[in-house]
């Protein structure tokens, strides 16, 4: 049961250029979770925001949540070629389980 | 840090083969979960685990069972591998009751032949 769904599904820039991402989800949450993955490799925690929380930030990544709307967005300012992976926003709607989007290639060109 | 590790990064099986595929978390968390991984279909969870001898389904359990006899190991097993089950797996763990972030493994790539 997909509750995620992140667009676009691809995004290809230049260094320096910031990247967004967004999420749309289905149901109330408590809280939404972004996570990055590297090629062929697991998938790490990157924020998370909680459902009375409007805006988070942590280095170079900002992200916001619209409950109203049922979407968030990961901002990935001044971007490395580093950065290239896949992102995937999930979901807490207070089991102990996630649900994850289908995730947004970014591919960062030096 | 959290550490999940899983049994094998590659393996190849025949189809009809049993195949067990191994997570270790070394940081006491209650849940575990097993993922499969799909271009296109994101992650898909198969089955969870909220304490030892303990397992719910999740979205995708046909043609998978776990076991889950010591807190720290939960196993997947396939119990007649076949070509559809060639995937990408991912074990993952987290503690109990909120924010829930989970901790992943690095994944294991199984070829079903």
């Known amino acids: 049961s997909q509750q995620g769904e992140e667009d676009p599904q691809a995004l290809s820039i230049q260094e320096g250029e910031n990247a967004t991402m967004n999420c749309s989800y289905k149901?109330?949450?408590?809280?939404l979770q972004w996570y990055r993955q590297n090629s062929g490799r697991g998938l790490v925690h990157l924020i998370l925001?909680?459902?009375?929380?409007r805006e988070k930030h942590s280095g170079r990544l900002r992200v916001t949540l619209d409950t109203s709307k049922k979407s968030s967005s990961l901002l990935i300012t001044a971007s490395r070629a580093a950065d290239t992976a896949s992102y995937f926003c999930?979901?807490?709607?207070?089991?102990?389980?996630?649900?994850f989007g289908t995730g947004t290639r970014l591919q960062v060109f030096p | 840090d959290v550490k999940v590790t899983q049994s094998s990064r590659y393996l190849v099986k025949r189809t009809g083969e049993k195949v067990f595929l191994e997570c270790v978390q070394d940081?006491?968390?209650?849940?575990m979960f097993w993922y499969r991984q799909d271009p296109g279909l994101g992650l898909r969870l198969i089955y969870f685990?909220?304490?030892?001898?303990?397992?719910e389904k999740g979205d995708i359990p046909e043609g998978y069972s776990v076991s889950r006899e010591k807190k720290e190991r939960f196993s997947l097993i396939l119990e007649s591998a076949s070509t559809n089950q060639t995937s990408m797996y991912l074990c993952?763990?987290?503690?109990?009751?909120?924010?829930?972030?989970?901790?992943f493994g690095p994944g294991t790539r199984l070829t079903v032949t």
């Open positions: 149901t109330s949450i408590n809280n």
């Open positions: 925001i909680r459902s009375n929380e």
């Open positions: 999930a979901t807490d709607i207070n089991t102990d389980k996630l649900i």
């Open positions: 940081m006491d968390h209650e849940n």
């Open positions: 993952a763990s987290s503690p109990t009751g909120v924010p829930r972030e989970q901790y």
């Open positions: 685990s909220y304490d030892v001898k303990m397992k």
